[in-house]
């Protein structure tokens, strides 16, 4: 039943943000007097649509987007001539629908009209709705809520060093670890309540920090400090190395094989800013290694290979993360809600920077062509250029639109039969 209603709490709030995301358009293009004719959440056949002054608002069956329809997209061609080619019929029936919108009188009212710094508040102020969005919520999940986070203290052993051919670290059925070596925990009796002090003389406070000082130890020689029952005991261990399949590489780290116990935290709200800081570069690599990883992803699925983990994830996806994290006995109900919130504001920190790069459809596309405008402007006016250039017409991309957009759709495609046939799991 939790898992149900997690589902249901990440359906609503990403309708919800992409609600909000459409009203950071809808206002400041009203605000600047261009007449919105629909607001709309989702894509596809209508479900519920009123009309409130000149403007339908609605929902439609698909929730992958929505977008509000604000007339005059396209400007008027300066060559009225229709040209010839697919391509050119394209374009041209495009702007005509585009311009049919228009009423009498209303050219004032077209987002074409807006000056360069209006059209760049209207595009922009949908992606930082969601960008405000990520930072509300990642301040609550943070700092409110708090999260279990892992500790120092030792919350089991394994007994083993995992290898790239048995990532699991157990003893095999006759009692030894076969090909791979008894991990440094074991061999120094580490136990489960046992917590980590120091490591090569390096303090350690944190699960991260031990992580830093573990990670270019592989296979050497050093003291390990541990508390036990209040007292402290020092024991010399050759660091293993084990090889994790998550990484992009395969490289070695440093390995000695405990799990940690986790005990409630909440990061002060300073802590927040550098938390994004640092989402948001993982983020960006993530947006400029795409393509990879939907070829990637494409080529897993049709070789039967196993599934990259921090590859991309569909709605479906993390649907299934989502019940798996609702579903938790042995997580406190305010953790649960705290994970699906930092899930959601890592959602629209993604939309935030997805939405900003520079192609159509997407905003930053639109953004791109505002200030192809302002160049095209400033250069005219050194140059004494009279009269000046007029709106860029964003029509003409319309063919490497389209192509965009199919590409878009064939990756979501891809990524919603990788999240049903090869799902990821938690852990």
């Not at 925990?185 to 031990?210: E, F």
């Not at 590859?311 to 705290?338: E, F, H, W, Y």
């Not at 192609?359 to 596309?365: C, H, R, V």
Request: one cysteine or more; charged letters at 15%; glycine letters at 12%.
């Amino acid at each position: 039943m939790l898992g149900f209603l997690g589902v249901l709490f990440f359906i609503f709030g990403l309708l919800g943000s992409i609600a909000l995301h459409e009203i950071g358009h809808l206002v400041p293009a009203k605000k600047f007097g261009v007449r919105v004719s629909q607001y709309m959440v989702g894509f596809g056949p209508t479900l519920w649509s009123r009309t409130r002054g000149e403007t339908e608002y609605g929902v439609k069956a698909i929730p992958m987007g929505g977008y509000i329809r604000m007339i005059g997209m396209y400007p008027p061609s300066n060559n009225p001539q229709r040209k010839r080619g697919p391509f050119a019929e394209l374009i041209e029936d495009s702007r005509e629908m585009s311009l049919e919108e228009i009423q009498p009188g209303e050219q004032h009212r077209t987002f074409y009209s807006l000056s360069i710094p209006k059209k760049l508040i209207v595009m922009f102020s949908g992606p930082f709705m969601n960008f405000i969005i990520a930072c509300v919520l990642f301040t609550v999940s943070l700092s409110v809520i708090g999260y279990m986070a892992p500790t120092t203290t030792v919350a089991q052993t394994l007994p083993c060093v995992p290898t790239v051919t048995d990532q699991s670290g157990e003893l095999l059925s006759d009692g030894t670890c076969g090909a791979g070596s008894v991990s440094p925990a074991s061999s120094i009796g580490l136990k489960a309540g046992d917590t980590i002090v120091a490591v090569d003389n390096h303090k350690v406070t944190s699960w991260t920090q031990l992580g830093d000082v573990l990670a270019d130890l592989g296979g050497h020689t050093v003291p390990i400090t541990f508390s036990r029952n209040g007292e402290e005991i020092s024991r010399s261990v050759t660091i293993g190395s084990a090889y994790d399949l998550q990484s992009t590489d395969g490289s070695p780290r440093g390995f000695i094989g405990l799990s940690p116990t986790r005990a409630p935290h909440r990061e002060s709200i300073s802590a927040v800013g550098p938390f994004m800081w640092a989402d948001v570069r993982a983020s960006t690599a993530a947006l400029g290694h795409f393509p990879v990883a939907v070829y990637d992803l494409g080529r897993t699925l049709m070789t039967n290979g196993p599934r990259n983990p921090n590859g991309p994830v569909g709605v479906i996806g993390v649907g299934r993360i989502t019940d798996q994290i609702a579903s938790q006995d042995s997580v406190p109900l305010s953790n649960k809600i705290g994970s699906l919130l930092m899930m959601l504001a890592g959602l629209n920190l993604f939309l935030f920077l997805f939405n900003l790069v520079p192609i159509l459809p997407l905003d930053g596309g639109h953004m791109a062509g505002a200030m192809f405008e302002g160049i095209r402007r400033f250069v005219a006016r050194l140059r004494g250029i009279s009269p000046l250039p007029g709106p860029t017409d964003t029509a003409r991309l319309l063919p490497l639109t389209y192509v965009v957009a199919i590409v878009m759709i064939v990756s979501s495609l891809l990524v919603a039969v990788a999240d049903i046939i090869k799902p990821i799991t938690l852990g």
